[in-house]
């Protein structure tokens, strides 16, 4: 028996984890977050209050308040069993980052707790092992970290200790970003400038606008050791070889369907522990794909959504082991299966709670919400290829345009009801005598219904739909920090809400009335966008020769969709409203370049270890197998009559085998001429465009060989196992 025999039957004889007693998920939401209410507890009136203002107002901490504010979360943190403490940031790694500092002080000899108010303020981490894409220079390694106090400090809990985690941007000496949450906050500030001015505009008496993000996070659960038993998986989180199982997806027999017992037992605490974590966590299901699920929490402030989303990605990854799974996050762990995204619901919300892209109740209500409306769409046209941009990455180069997920190329849905209105906005119907000299009232503005979308109405093969009352983006993956495609989608629509504020009131000014004005400026943001509007099926292969006819651009391969990054356009845009200079967007392009270098030489390093030490070993001892019978049978002269096809079997693995070896050269070969170009965007377009063809021919002849060596040889577990097994 081989070690894939014994871990199918370990599979089979293991115990169920012991399943957690829930409590009510009302009564323990919040339980690790230094809450308002928490706050109000710990803190003295007074300075609660200030403390209140500093994060409506996404200040940082002022000094003054920092040493009560660092003493009240001590006290807290420790009196909920917290024995560190650490900032907790976003690299541009992806994921998130800690360092823990103990509480403990030796003070006269003897110990004591401490955490001042310039520990909660700043840190000052080494920066220097961290991706900065050549911002930083050698000499000056030093990072800084400050609480960003619009995320609430919680505690992280793990089965061994407790962390107290303070949520912190991350900047280098000389004050550039070298994380994802500073670029995302002054992009909901221009955001909340932009779309504040347009309501005002409107009449819309609001102070404060901001956007929400809802996001669903899709994963595959496999057994953990079934999943150790492939190098593939455990050094780049997806399989590099594996044939096909005869039962895939076709039956859509998973999608929705009941949540096996061992994954629902996994669930439960991960909702638990999201709650305690005071992430709304809402919604779990079966997802398309065999072994596949999704979790998506309520909406919230986009900030804290995002924290949450990188928060809930860990606890999946920490729970699943608990659960003796591994959670995959990679966009495409399957070839020939759905990948994993991580759809982002994204809408705007002014302080009096209203949603400003959904429609109102009366025309000049409807006309602001065409004004948001189509503002997000002339973005999404104007600035498709940098959207795009904001998705690449190598795992979701393997999922976009395959297997039920958005393409490549950037559209957007928007059901029937409103392309008809957008429509009569562009051309008017002509009056009839009966109608109302009243355009509102006549292009049906008057009356766009509450519920936008049925659910027949609802295009799940559009990376950018609207679902009546907010925008899906659906091509962000799986493992991505959604925080940089966020980030780019506040500023393309500031922008253009900035845009069309301004030609309205430039009409305003020479004397048309307001809904006359914004009428004339939306025909023509209506006509200027149509292009990127598209209902059919963004799967179809006629759409994407339709799309390339109406100029949009389909990037397959990450090197050339980042170039979008640093289109003059691109370098003007985030130049104008302050979110990134040249130099900064130059560097993450380059982090992000590297990114794809460095995972695509860690995928054909192991492609090439699983073959020389497991396929090729694996296929030659089957191979001399049948050797020794055909030895055997000519022995004893019985190569005539009780021939079972060995010969054939034993050249058929030959020649697979000699194929393999000189592939392996091949790719080897390859790569080292491809490392040698000096520059990171040519190495990255070597390896999409030279290497990984190679691989993919290997994977072909190492599935064939799967195919024809004896099972009891085979040391790779099967897609069935790692799909079907739990
Ligand atoms: P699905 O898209 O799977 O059918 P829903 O559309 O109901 O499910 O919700 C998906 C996500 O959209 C949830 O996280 C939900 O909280 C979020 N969502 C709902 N309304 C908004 C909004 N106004 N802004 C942002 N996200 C929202
Ligand atoms: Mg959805």
């Known amino acids: 028996m081989n070690a ?33 209410e928490m706050m109000k507890h710990y803190l003295e009136k007074e300075v609660f209050q200030s403390l209140q203002r500093t994060i409506e107002r996404r200040e940082f901490l002022d000094r003054s308040l920092a040493d009560p504010v660092a003493n009240a979360i001590k006290a807290w ?84 200790g407790k962390t107290l985690c303070i949520p912190t941007i991350f900047v280098s000496y000389l004050g550039e970003a070298l994380d994802y949450k500073i670029p995302l906050l002054k992009s909901v500030g221009i955001l909340e400038q932009a779309s504040v001015e347009l309501c005002k505009l409107f009449e819309e008496p609001v102070a404060r606008v901001f956007p929400t993000l809802g996001l669903e996070q899709e994963y595959f659960l496999v057994d953990r050791t079934l999943h150790d038993l492939r190098p593939d998986l455990v050094m780049t989180g997806r399989t590099l070889v594996g044939a096909a199982p005869p039962r895939g997806q076709q039956l859509d027999d998973h999608y929705f369907g009941s949540i096996p017992e061992r994954v629902f037992a996994f669930m439960n605490e991960l909702e638990e522990e999201s709650h305690r974590h005071g992430i709304p966590m809402k919604t779990r299901h079966n997802e398309v794909a065999p072994g596949q699920f999704e979790c998506a929490p309520a909406f919230e402030s986009i900030n804290v959504a995002l924290d949450h989303g990188l928060l809930v990605m860990d606890l999946i990854d920490r729970i699943a082991k608990k659960h003796h799974f591994v959670a995959l996050l990679h966009e495409k762990p399957f070839q020939g299966l759905n990948g994993s995204g991580k759809h ?33 769409i002339s973005a999404v046209d104007d600035y498709s290829d940098l959207l795009r941009s904001s998705v690449a990455s190598p795992g979701n180069d393997l999922r976009l345009g395959g297997m039920e997920a958005p393409p490549a190329v950037m559209s957007v849905f928007i059901g029937r009801y409103l392309s008809k209105i957008l429509t009569d906005i562009e051309n008017p119907p002509r009056k009839r005598k009966h109608e109302p000299e009243d355009d509102l009232l006549r292009l049906g503005i008057n009356e766009i219904p509450e519920l936008l979308l049925d659910n027949t109405d609802r295009n799940r093969t559009s990376p950018f ?32 809400l ?40 963004g799967y179809s292969p006629e759409w994407l020769r339709s799309a390339k006819s109406r100029g949009l651009k389909e990037h397959r391969h990450t090197p050339y969709a980042l170039d979008a990054m640093l ?17 900064e967007l130059k560097a993450r392009h380059e982090v992000l370049l590297r990114d794809y270098v460095g995972k695509r030489r860690i995928e054909a390093d192991v492609l090439v270890e699983i073959v020389q030490t497991l396929v090729l070993p694996a296929a030659l001892t089957y191979q001399g197998r049948l050797l020794d019978q055909l030895i055997s049978l000519q022995s004893l002269s019985l190569l005539k009559e009780a021939d079972g096809g060995q010969k054939e079997l034993a050249i ?13 050269e091949e790719i080897e070969g390859t790569r080292r001429r491809v490392e040698k170009r000096g520059d990171s965007r040519e190495v990255a377009i070597g390896y999409a465009e030279q290497v990984m063809p190679l691989a993919e021919n290997i994977r072909l002849h190492v599935d064939e060989l799967e195919a024809l060596v004896a099972d009891e040889l085979w040391p790779l577990p099967k897609y069935r196992e790692l799909l079907f097994l739990r």
């Open 652 to 664: 058929r693995l030959g020649e697979i085998t000699k194929k393999l070896h000189k592939e392996v």
């Open 567 to 583: 289109d003059k356009r691109s370098i003007e845009l985030f130049a104008r409203h302050q979110i990134f200079t040249e130099q």
């Open 77 to 160: 943190a420790l009196d909920h069993g917290a024995t560190h403490f650490t900032h907790w940031f976003q690299p541009l790694t992806g994921r998130a980052a800690e360092k823990h500092d103990s509480f403990l002080e030796i003070s006269d000899g003897e110990g004591i707790h401490k955490f001042s108010g310039t520990e909660l303020a700043q840190q000052e981490p080494d920066a220097s092992s961290f991706p900065s894409g050549g911002l930083r220079s050698t000499f000056e390694a030093r990072g800084y970290t400050a609480w960003d106090c619009s995320s609430p400090a919680f505690i992280f809990e793990t089965t061994y």
């Open 4 to 36: 894939r025999h014994r871990a199918i039957e370990w599979i089979n004889r293991r115990p169920n984890a012991i399943p957690i007693k829930r409590r009510p998920p009302a009564d323990v939401f919040g339980e690790n977050v230094f809450n308002r």
């Open 465 to 496: 739909a609207f679902t009546g009352n907010k925008f899906e983006f659906r091509a962000v993956g799986a493992s991505a920090n959604s925080s940089n495609a966020m980030t780019i989608l506040n500023v393309i629509v500031a922008d253009k």
């Open 344 to 376: 982002n619901n994204w809408s705007l919300m002014t302080n009096t709670g209203k949603n400003l892209l959904a429609p109102g109740k009366d025309p000049q209500e409807n006309l602001m919400f065409l004004a948001f409306f189509v503002s997000v």
């Open 498 to 537: 900035f845009d069309m504020k301004e030609q309205i009131e430039a009409k305003i000014r020479r004397g048309r009335p307001l809904e006359n004005a914004a009428l004339d400026i939306l025909k023509e943001f209506v006509s200027a966008s149509k292009a990127i509007l598209f209902e059919g099926d």
